[in-house]
Nanobody
Framework: QVQLVESGGGLVQAGGSLRLSCAASESIFSFSNMGWYRQAPGKQREWVASITRGGIVNYADSVTGRFTISRDNTKNTLYLQINSLKPEDTAVYYC?????????WGQGTQVTVSS
């Protein structure tokens, strides 16, 4: 069972930045697609960004230009650089890794943006 551990969340003022990390317990990164999702209070979980095993990235319209997803296969770690934070970015952020035969989720890290 692969375990994913997110870190890097916290309380930040609007306009600030954070870097989220997601570390995997096993070396499956190079075979996997990966993504970040978030869930705000009272709302459904939504997709934020993804990066394929080949390095192709995609972003939700709401975060394009402010968020950057990246991966380091040598460290089994996925990152999300978040800049120009807005109060509406407040949510629990989850990482997800998947292939055609598996999918794993982390436990989430809280990001709170104050206005």
């Amino acid at each position: 069972q692969v375990q994913l551990v997110e870190s890097g969340g916290g309380l930040v003022q609007a306009g600030g930045s954070l870097r989220l990390s997601c570390a995997a317990s096993e070396s499956i990164f190079s075979f996997s697609n990966m993504g970040w999702y978030r869930q705000a209070p009272g709302k459904q979980r939504e997709w934020v960004a993804s990066i394929t095993r080949g390095g192709i990235v995609n972003y939700a319209d709401s975060v394009t230009g402010r968020f950057t997803i990246s991966r380091d296969n040598t460290k089994n770690t996925l990152y999300l650089q978040i800049n120009s934070l807005k109060p509406e970015d407040t949510a629990v952020y989850y990482c997800n890794i998947w292939s055609t035969v598996y999918t794993y989720w982390g436990q989430g890290t809280q990001v709170t943006v104050s206005s």
